[in-house]
């Protein structure tokens, strides 16, 4: 089945920094490639996503790309906020054939931003 | 429109009971999947349904198991619990046809004593 490795588990930036988050995926058949946002406490957030015949999204300050040979997706935060803070998920699913609803999740970076 | 919902929010149990978690999706949304979220196993797909139908099962034990109501309310049931059953149990709701996205409800946390 697939596998997601997510780097690093732990971040800790300057406000105003950029933060990088890595992901890796094993199963080659995934192409659709959601970040979630999890503040203590409270839900999954969906903030971006990707599918696989696009090789970067942008939305504002977030953004994330995808290199499909590698097998590795990345988010990619700018000017880096308090509120910023959380634990971030990358997730992976295949569209199509039996993989109905399944992500599959890394283990999750907690970002701290510090004023 | 009104977000996922998920009842109880917080429950507390016994070893050997059996529980019933609810889960309402967004208006509109057909499918429900189920996933354990435990700080040592992060969040794990339990299983998903569409149209009254499970469609999809991860790799849990045969103590848990679900449902689906025809207005897409879904319900999750897991039989004599575990003390390792205490966890986060998040719902997720999504459109299902063409798009991918799942939004998660609040959850439920289920301790086992």
């Known amino acids: 089945g697939e596998n997601v490795e997510q780097h690093p588990s732990t971040l800790s930036v300057q406000e105003g920094d950029s933060a990088v988050i890595k992901c890796t995926y094993s199963?080659?058949?995934?192409?659709?490639f959601p970040w979630y946002k999890q503040e203590l406490g409270k839900r999954p957030q969906l903030i971006i996503d990707?599918?696989?015949?696009?090789g970067e999204k942008k939305d504002q300050r977030i953004a994330v790309t995808l290199n499909k040979t590698a097998k590795h997706f990345s988010l990619h935060i700018t000017e880096t906020q308090p509120e910023d803070s959380a634990v971030y998920f990358c997730?992976?699913?295949?569209?199509?054939?039996?993989?109905?609803?399944?992500?599959?999740f890394g283990q999750g970076t907690i970002l701290t931003v510090h004023p | 429109k009104a977000g996922v919902t998920q009842t109880p929010r917080y429950l507390i149990k016994t070893r050997g009971q059996q529980v019933t978690l609810s889960c309402s999706p967004i208006?509109?949304?057909?499918?429900v999947s189920w996933y354990q979220q435990t700080p040592g196993q992060g969040l794990q797909f339990l299983f998903e349904?569409?149209?009254?139908?499970?469609?999809n099962k991860g790799n849990f034990p045969g103590r848990f198991s679900g449902r689906q109501f025809s207005n897409s309310r879904s319900e999750m049931n897991v039989s004599t619990l575990e003390l390792g059953d205490s966890a986060l149990y998040l719902c997720?709701?999504?459109?299902?046809?063409?798009?991918?996205?799942?939004?998660f409800g609040p959850g439920t946390r289920l301790t086992v004593t």
């Open positions: 997720a709701s999504s459109p299902a046809g063409t798009s991918n996205e799942q939004y």
């Open positions: 199963d080659s058949a995934s192409n659709y």
């Open positions: 990707i599918r696989s015949n696009v």
């Open positions: 997730a992976a699913k295949t569209v199509g054939g039996t993989s109905y609803g399944k992500l599959t």
């Open positions: 208006s509109g949304h057909r499918s």
């Open positions: 349904y569409f149209s009254e139908t499970q469609r």
